[in-house]
């Protein structure tokens, strides 16, 4: 516990220096060192260069190579490399090559740490609002996006939480996070008795078959199955091509892009009741369908499937 609070009080003053365009403290919430930090300035200094034909380097205009990095920075290269790579997965920074050449440019989620001003005397500068003192903001990239998925895994035995998972979400889900990790949260579920109340399209699981192996699909199906359920159906036609899912439990409100590998949990009761509000309101207008039903449904004809394929099998045998 000391060694926490010596880290949480940790001075000012270790910030690199030009910092001044960066929300240094979202950055720290993220959990970026300092390194990090000065890496990521670094790399904005290039891009907001006073004009595009005299950059802070030799390089083209928001680019930097590893060499002009490791410089600018004063960073080892071999530390630069993986410092880097894990920036790359939480889609902070991106590699460009050009001209046989391999450059870093910020990437889209790095938008979050540096705030775009208006210019102008009629455009104030408003990014010092605070938050209030109960409420709280946590932005989330790559696989840190399981954590809005294992902390609903973590509540009480019997709670209830509700969620919004379009088709597309879930494939992407699917795709793009950790299948054993998907399996772990959903058999927890199940077995603490947590109520999942969700407005999901009734098709979904249906297709999610071509993405994973006879090996994968029966037990992801399985974890699922029998768990304490209350769910509505979304009309094909309606957010067919939607990529995020929500989830809402205990004044706590998580939006999960898996696509483009984002997240955003919002703590504030007032942010709660509202989407909650909506939420009712949807499903109040919604038909409901039995899920649990619909899978054991599946898992039996899986199984008659596997029963054929094991008759054919022998029948081949014999044959021989």
């Not at 600018?72 to 997965?89: D, G």
């Not at 609903?152 to 494939?171: M, V």
């Not at 077995?191 to 006879?214: C, D, G, Q, T, Y």
Request: avoid cysteine.
């Amino acid at each position: 516990m000391k060694n926490a609070q010596n880290t949480t009080q940790a001075p000012a003053p270790d910030l690199p220096r030009n910092t001044a365009r960066m929300d240094t403290e979202k950055a720290l919430v993220l959990g970026l060192s300092i390194q990090e930090i000065n890496l990521l300035v670094s790399i904005h200094k290039q891009l907001t260069a006073p004009s595009a034909t005299q950059p802070t380097t030799s390089s083209p205009a928001n680019m930097m190579t590893i060499l002009e990095l490791s410089k600018t920075a004063s960073i080892p290269r071999t530390t630069l490399y993986y410092m880097l790579e894990k920036l790359k997965e939480r889609k902070l920074v991106v590699r460009k090559k050009l001209n046989k050449k391999f450059y870093w440019i910020l990437g889209d989620a790095s938008e979050v740490l540096f705030p775009k001003k208006e210019l102008g005397p009629n455009h104030p500068d408003t990014t010092g609002f605070s938050p209030a003192p109960n409420s709280h903001v946590e932005f989330l990239f790559g696989e840190d996006m399981m954590k809005v998925l294992e902390n609903i895994a973590l509540l009480p035995k019997n709670k209830r939480i509700y969620g919004i998972q379009p088709e597309q979400s879930l494939l992407s889900a699917i795709k793009n996070g950790g299948h054993e990790r998907f399996l772990h949260v959903n058999e927890t579920i199940k077995r603490k008795n947590i109520i999942v109340e969700a407005i999901v399209h009734e098709h979904a699981f249906e297709h999610i078959i071509p993405l994973l192996s006879k090996g994968e699909i029966a037990p992801l199906l399985k974890s699922i199955s029998g768990r304490l359920a209350d769910t509505s159906g979304i009309p094909n036609d309606y957010l067919s091509t939607t990529n995020a899912e929500i989830y809402l439990y205990d004044d706590v409100v998580s939006i999960i892009n898996w696509q483009a590998g984002f997240g955003i949990t919002i703590r504030d009761k007032n942010v709660f009741g509202l989407i909650f509000e909506l939420f009712k309101s949807l499903k109040y207008m919604l038909k409901k369908y039995d899920q649990n039903d619909k899978i054991a449904r599946m898992l039996v004809e899986m199984e008659n499937d596997r029963g054929v394929e094991r008759g054919s099998d022998k029948v081949k045998k014999i044959k021989k």
